[in-house]
């Protein structure tokens, strides 16, 4: 069972890969860098553009520091895969749309030195933080994204069923408590 699990998620991040790398293979082939196209109004676009830097804008240092620490979280996820022996498919799938998105990304980096994203949504504004339009992403952002959500989510609602039953056998008995010894 536990190697056709393994299989399971090796599959999930497969396809993450394939979707994003041919996704932004079309877009290399069909759009000069800057070019947008509008798919649905000013709601969403697709626009080419090179990302250097980290997912949502972030900019922690040179492209090579992205590309350590993606191959950082690559082995921790593997270590995690290997440890682990349970079939926890609230932890393990989620960990593997976070894996092929790692990979699809490390492969721009190592290609390009940066990463091909294109996907430009319009969501709505944040203005206490200066949001006024997304970011550019890509599908293996949105992978990494999709799966950071669904781990948090798993990982908290674990915690709290692993939580109740310790909270259960603490409870005293009511009988004991009102003097009854039968």
């Known amino acids: 069972m536990r190697q056709r699990s393994l299989i399971l998620y090796l599959l999930i991040s497969i396809v993450v890969i394939?979707?994003?790398?041919?996704?932004?293979?079309?877009?290399?082939?069909n759009f000069a860098e800057g070019e947008a196209v509008s798919i649905i109004g000013d709601l969403l676009y697709f626009q080419f553009?090179?990302?250097?830097?980290?997912?949502?804008?972030?900019?922690?240092?040179?492209?090579?520091?992205?590309?350590?620490?993606?191959?950082?979280a690559l082995a921790l996820i593997i270590r995690y895969f290997i440890k682990d022996k349970s079939d926890g498919a609230s932890i393990k799938a989620p960990l593997a749309l976070?894996?092929?998105?790692?990979?699809?990304?490390?492969?721009?980096?190592?290609?390009?030195?940066?990463?091909?994203?294109f996907i430009d949504a319009d969501f709505p504004d944040i203005p206490f933080l200066g949001i006024t339009r997304?970011?550019?992403?890509?599908?293996?952002?949105?992978?990494?994204t999709c799966g950071l959500m669904i781990f948090a989510i798993g990982f908290l609602l674990?915690?709290?069923?692993?939580?109740?039953?310790?909270?259960?056998?603490?409870?005293?008995?009511?009988?004991?408590?009102?003097?009854?010894?039968?």
């Open 18 to 29: 394939l979707l994003d790398q041919t996704t932004k293979l079309l877009i290399l082939s």
């Open 158 to 182: 674990r915690k709290k069923r692993s939580v109740a039953p310790v909270a259960e056998r603490v409870t005293p008995d009511t009988n004991q408590l009102n003097g009854d010894q039968n």
């Open 98 to 117: 976070i894996f092929g998105g790692a990979v699809g990304n490390l492969i721009d980096r190592i290609r390009f030195g940066k990463v091909v994203d």
């Open 134 to 144: 997304w970011w550019t992403f890509n599908v293996a952002d949105a992978a990494i």
């Open 49 to 72: 553009v090179y990302n250097e830097g980290g997912a949502m804008g972030t900019s922690l240092g040179p492209s090579w520091l992205y590309t350590i620490l993606t191959l950082a």
